[in-house]
């Protein structure tokens, strides 16, 4: 169990996370989103005491300073490559297990695990960015911990990977571990976390479990396909829907499906398709967090676009 | 602290770079010892050539062991920042004065085993070629080599204070270089121009230069006509540089104990 209290951090001007509270329950895997830039990876930082700021971060009831040989209780990878280019990976792994009294036969088992059996004894700076986010899970793992803390740990793997991830943290989680797991990856969250913290600069959008999220941040259309659907348009119109037109078919949002099959019915209107439309998480979090993102890319527009009103002009 | 001193242990020993500095450092001070044996094996052994074999040659401005045992001092805290593991190790110890005191106390212990191991291959070099090695173990040749110990203590603890408080290796480098060598020299060589005689009451304080008075057998002579530096002590000297290394000691730790990870 982790519980957040009131983290708060700002460099000069900036605030970079904004008296952010929240708790994360053991059993299951707890997704942390934002848009990058949001204050993820400052917000874990702030909750290892790796960054100074204000707030409490309480794990199982005790601060991360206060705890003797923490890699046995809070497993944390935050940076995607934190390795000395010369040491073996096997060494590293030997070296952060000392200081926690971990045996080295310990770090042999959890290379195993990971898949870095065969070349725990080569440098990490021949590893791809995917076998270095495997070396820092094996890392996170080597206590055997209640609790795990991961920044983006699927950045750089390959989908076999990414697939591995996903099942190593559920089954994790299944043991009764608490994993808070960062991601800007949402489609990746959608199929991982059962429950998600969502910021956006620094501020909490959502707390709660990942349907909740979809169905607050996202409305239902309902698509309507038919021979001829214009007289139908404009009596859905009439019940107050907004109607849009898309290729063949009308979107229609405002109106449950149910009631826009009632009114076609009643109309007489045929029709070839009848269907719900949900927004994926993707969407969700676009639009709970589109006014929050911090650096917005402009719209790419076309040259021939820009230079059409001149055109007009001549 | 006992798991702290754990870790460091095998930090310091599972990096290659330690084992080579080390063997460079003993290399060196050993030949300037074989160097010395060749070229004065026929003439007596005085008090000056004992003092110079046995530290290697720092006494005659050129503290090879010093400087190779400070580049492992600012690889200490200066490697954790250049590649980023000082976030594994925060994670794993974090209390942080106790793993500086932990860095500390190992490279100290390594700084003393290797000065130390250095001087009795330099002994053994000195009775090879002249068979004796007269009052080793009286003064002023125990006391020069005493302070030849301390100098390269000190000399490693500027370097792990630099390591420290720049937060990488490169700046650390060129502080510790250029600072003994160009700066100080630099200062030194002025105060002999008359214009400048102003600096000449600054040279005693040059911690360097200071320090290196650590380690010489008598006091230097100074070419005549030079101006009269009026140096302190041996051990007031000695604790000039020391005063230098815990400044450097001191803001880098509370700056550490401050700062973001």
């Given at each position: 169990m982790i519980t957040a209290k009131g983290l708060y951090k700002r460099y000069r001007k900036t605030v970079a996370v904004d008296h952010l509270s929240f708790d994360v329950r053991p059993g299951v895997v707890t997704g942390f989103l934002g848009p990058n830039g949001s204050g993820k990876s400052t917000t874990m930082r702030l909750m290892l005491g790796l960054d100074h700021g204000e707030g409490e971060t309480l794990f199982d009831g005790k601060r991360f300073g206060t705890i003797r040989r923490p890699m046995n209780e809070v497993g944390a990878l935050l940076e995607a490559k934190p390795f000395h280019p010369t040491r073996s990976a096997r060494n590293h792994l030997r070296m952060l297990a000392a200081g926690n009294r971990i045996p080295d036969s310990r770090v042999d088992e959890v290379m195993e695990f990971v898949g870095l059996g065969d070349v725990k004894r080569k440098k990490p700076k021949g590893y791809s960015l995917g076998m270095a986010q495997r070396l820092g899970l094996a890392q996170a793992l080597l206590g055997d911990p209640q609790t795990l803390l991961l920044d983006e740990?699927?950045?750089?793997?390959d989908p076999h990977g990414i697939h591995w991830m996903r099942d190593v943290l559920k089954t994790l989680a299944s043991e009764g571990r608490t994993i808070f797991v960062s991601s800007h990856l949402l489609s990746e969250m959608q199929l991982m976390a059962d429950e998600l913290v969502v910021i956006g600069r620094g501020t909490m959008i959502f707390n709660g479990d990942v349907d909740t999220f979809v169905r607050e941040f996202t409305q239902s259309q309902v698509v309507v396909r038919g021979p001829d659907t214009g007289s139908l348009a404009e009596t859905l119109k009439a019940e107050g829907a907004d109607v849009a037109t898309e290729a063949d078919a009308l979107v229609v949002s405002g109106l449950e499906i149910g009631k826009v099959g009632h009114l076609a019915f009643t109309a007489g209107v045929e029709l070839h398709e009848l269907s719900t439309r949900r927004a994926s998480l993707e969407e969700a979090f676009m639009s709970a967090t589109g006014a929050s993102e911090q650096f917005v890319a402009k719209e790419p527009v076309r040259a021939a676009d820009t230079a059409a009103p001149e055109g007009k002009a001549l | 602290m006992l798991d702290a001193l754990r870790f460091e242990w095998t930090r310091i020993s599972t990096l290659r770079s330690t084992y080579w500095l080390t063997g460079m450092g003993l290399l060196v001070t050993t030949g300037v010892a074989v160097l010395l044996g060749v070229a004065a094996r026929n003439e007596p052994l005085d008090a000056e050539i004992l003092t110079m074999a046995l530290n290697g040659g720092a006494s005659f401005g050129l503290p090879f062991l010093a400087v190779f045992m400070a580049i492992i001092g600012i690889f200490a805290c200066g490697h954790e920042y250049r590649h980023g593991t000082i976030q594994p190790t925060l994670t794993s110890l974090p209390q942080r004065s106790r793993l500086i005191l932990a860095k500390l106390i190992v490279v100290v212990a390594a700084t003393l085993v290797v000065t130390f191991a250095s001087m009795a291959i330099n002994t053994l070099v000195v009775y090879i070629v002249w068979g004796e090695a007269p009052g080793l173990f009286e003064d002023p040749i125990a006391t020069a080599l005493i302070g030849y110990a301390l100098y390269t203590l000190i000399y490693v603890l500027v370097g792990f204070g630099l390591g420290l408080l720049f937060r990488g290796v490169p700046s650390a480098l060129v502080v510790i270089f250029l600072m003994p060598l160009i700066i100080e020299s630099i200062i030194f060589g002025l105060a002999f121009v008359p214009a400048l005689d102003w600096l000449v009451p600054v040279v005693k304080f040059l911690p360097f230069t200071a320090g290196?008075?650590?380690?010489?057998?008598?006091p230097a002579p100074f070419p005549p006509g030079s101006p009269d530096f009026d140096l302190f002590s041996r051990w007031t000297s000695g604790g000039i540089f020391a005063l230098f290394a815990a400044l450097i000691l001191t803001a880098a730790w509370i700056l550490f104990k401050k700062r973001d990870a």
């Open positions: 740990p699927t950045n750089g793997l | 290196a008075r650590l380690m010489e057998l008598n």
